[in-house]
């Protein structure tokens, strides 16, 4: 079992984050036809990330390592270990608040602020 978390790069949501979030998912995951590399907002981001919370150490709080891997242009879809949620999503939440990013809970349906 998981728990994610999306994170995006663009406008903060003032309502309709779910929708906001399903066509970003539609758009960059659902499509087979095209790999689209992440966007550098991104990029970063799972850099960050990853340093704090390493994806290729035995105990990574991971689900799908690497998590760059869960990135696609301006989002990236991160699955945590439901274990750790609650620490990892924290962190996670806040860190995409620094680097200037929407964090959304797609189990609450709503915005990590």
């Known amino acids: 079992m998981s728990y994610d978390l999306a ?3 663009g406008e903060q ?3 309709e984050a779910g929708a906001v979030f399903d066509e970003l998912y539609d758009r960059y995951f659902d499509s087979e036809d095209v790999i689209i590399e992440p ?4 990029e970063a981001y799972v850099e960050a990330l990853v340093e704090r919370y390493p994806d290729d150490v035995a105990g990574s709080p991971w689900a799908s390592p690497p998590v760059i ?7 990236v879809y991160l699955l945590m270990s439901y274990s750790r949620a609650e620490e990892v999503s924290e962190y996670a939440a806040a860190l995409a608040r620094e680097h200037g990013l929407v964090c959304y809970d797609p189990q ?3 915005l990590r602020v």
Do not use: M
């Open 7 to 9: 994170v995006w790069h």
């Open 13 to 15: 949501p003032s309502d």
């Open 39 to 42: 966007s550098p907002h991104i």
């Open 69 to 75: 891997d869960e990135a696609s242009g301006p989002i």
């Open 108 to 110: 609450a349906e709503t």
